[in-house]
């Protein structure tokens, strides 16, 4: 079982930079594949980035490829999220996701392991 915590949300306008962590506690963080989601008011949770188990394969939806960058490091049991360009329609509450998947996938019920989330704000 894996704990996730994010950090480092919060308001930034249109244009600007964020980068979110995800600090996982338990065993075994390079045995799980890890992916952050988002949903914005009214909306569905939506897949935004997915980080194989190695680091070695990223995966990105067409709204933020070219301005995100998932990361991660296995000895600090963290995933980040680099968020550059960010956009009025970035504004969501993120989500850190975990899953044993040996592969990464871009749906919501493929993770066992959610974290809390975090508030971010684009304003124009």
């Known amino acids: 079982q894996v704990q996730l915590v994010e950090s480092g949300g919060g308001l930034v306008q249109a244009g600007g930079s964020l980068r979110l962590s995800c600090a996982a506690s338990?065993?075994?963080?390079?045995?799980?594949?890890m992916a952050w989601f988002r949903q914005a008011p009214g909306k569905e949770r939506e897949f935004v980035a997915g980080?194989?188990?190695?680091?070695?394969?990223?995966y990105y939806t067409d709204s933020v490829k070219g301005r995100f960058t998932i990361s991660r490091d296995n000895a600090k049991n963290t995933v980040y999220l680099q968020m550059n360009s960010l956009k009025p329609e970035d504004t969501a509450i993120y989500y850190c996701?975990?899953?044993?998947?040996?592969?990464?996938?871009?749906?919501?019920?493929?993770?066992?392991?959610w974290g809390q989330g975090t508030q971010v704000t684009v304003s124009s």
């Open positions: 980080i194989s188990r190695s680091g070695r394969w990223t």
């Open positions: 338990g065993r075994a963080f390079g045995s799980y594949v």
């Open positions: 996701a975990a899953d044993l998947d040996s592969s990464v996938q871009n749906t919501e019920r493929a993770y066992d392991y």
